[in-house]
């Protein structure tokens, strides 16, 4: 009996200890991400105040800035790191919680014609990218990291193609390492590009769902330029994650059949647990919006929920960067992935540019 009480307690113990440990990460989460959206306000509150035109500079950006400076100087201790990395739970959360502001309507119409350019950029970023790894002699399960890093979903495509073609630590190290460095470049560089080229917000957000791979940093860049265009990344974006298991499935079973990878014994279990739940946390908020479960204060709620759960995210994206450890995994991979990167997004804002020429999105 004494035994059969200690393990529940034991368990509870162990549960409440890692509770703990999430909470001063959390806490820098929510400071920095507060800090960025009070140096926003402050700004336009001045302007205002003064008669001054001001540039806007949205919190998503002052919240990443923010969080690169601690990691690249002080740096983010150890004591940090856990809550830290809780970030990504908050950005499938803001995900979800965003469903709310999509009627299910809105989903198919964009959904239609996102998928087809999703399968078009699929094709040709794994197809690129493989012909530019082998060009530049990385390792086989390399270019493998690589293509599905470029063409899917950044890390998160990355961390399970590992698993699934049994390659190398270090050969995922540098994919992620060119992958994180290449996504914290395009927060800078995409809304430049949109303002110049004066697209729409729709166009604008269709172009960065397709073209930035990691999740979170396509969020950012979208809302960099507005909040409808990031609403439109996420959306487009979304797509692309859909994907991820049927892709890494397809290279498991490619090095599966050269003999450097395990056989797959269940294909339906293996694509169930690699398939992103949030996308149909997404889709069920957005459905039971679409049929009026919720009155108008609860979709206003939801809504404001997503934007605190999106201002922790964007805060760990700058506090997960470090800009040194990302310099010290070498230059090949990262060459094929700039010039990969710089290839893939101007072929989808071909894209994206036809697709608003023909179908006026």
Not at 35 to 63: C, D, M, R
């Amino acid at each position: 009996m004494t035994s059969s009480v200690a393990l529940p307690q034991t368990h509870s113990a162990s549960f409440t200890g890692r509770f703990f440990r999430l909470i001063p990460g959390f806490l820098l989460l929510l400071a920095v991400g507060y800090a960025g959206k009070f140096i926003e306000q402050s700004i336009a509150h001045y302007g205002k105040a003064h008669h001054l035109v001001l540039p806007n500079i949205e919190y998503v950006l002052w919240a990443i800035l923010l969080g690169l400076v601690i990691s690249n100087t002080v740096g983010v201790s150890a004591i940090f790191r856990a809550g830290v990395a809780t970030y990504e739970f908050w950005l499938k959360t803001g995900i979800v919680l965003l469903g709310a502001r999509f009627l299910l309507g809105d989903v198919l119409r964009l959904g239609g014609l996102s998928l087809a350019l999703v399968f078009i950029e699929l094709a040709v970023a794994l197809t690129f990218m493989t012909y530019l790894g082998r060009g530049f002699k990385l390792s086989p399960k390399l270019v493998t990291l690589l293509a599905v890093g470029s063409s899917v979903c950044g890390v998160s495509a990355i961390i399970a193609t590992q698993g699934a073609i049994e390659a190398d630590e270090e050969d995922a190290s540098y994919a992620i390492a060119a992958i994180l460095a290449l996504g914290a470049i395009s927060l800078f560089v995409f809304p430049v590009v949109g303002h110049a080229l004066h697209m729409s917000d729709h166009a604008y957000g269709l172009w960065t769902g397709l073209a930035v791979d990691n999740t979170a940093e396509a969020t950012a860049a979208g809302t960099l330029y507005s909040d409808a265009a990031g609403k439109i990344a996420v959306l487009a974006k979304t797509c692309r994650n859909a994907l991820i298991g049927f892709v890494v499935l397809g290279y498991a079973i490619y090095w599966a059949s050269k003999g450097q990878a395990a056989e797959l014994k269940n294909k339906g279990t293996f694509l169930w647990s690699k398939f992103p739940k949030f996308v149909l946390g997404f889709l069920l908020i957005s459905l039971l919006a679409t049929l009026s479960v919720f009155t108008k204060p609860q979709l206003t709620a939801l809504s404001n929920l997503s934007r605190w759960a999106f201002l922790l995210t964007f805060a760990g994206v700058g506090l997960r960067t470090n800009l040194r450890e990302l310099g010290k995994q070498g230059a090949r991979p990262f060459v094929v992935g700039a010039v990969g990167e710089v290839v893939i997004a101007l072929i989808t804002l071909g894209l994206v540019f036809g697709a608003d020429r023909w179908f006026r999105l």
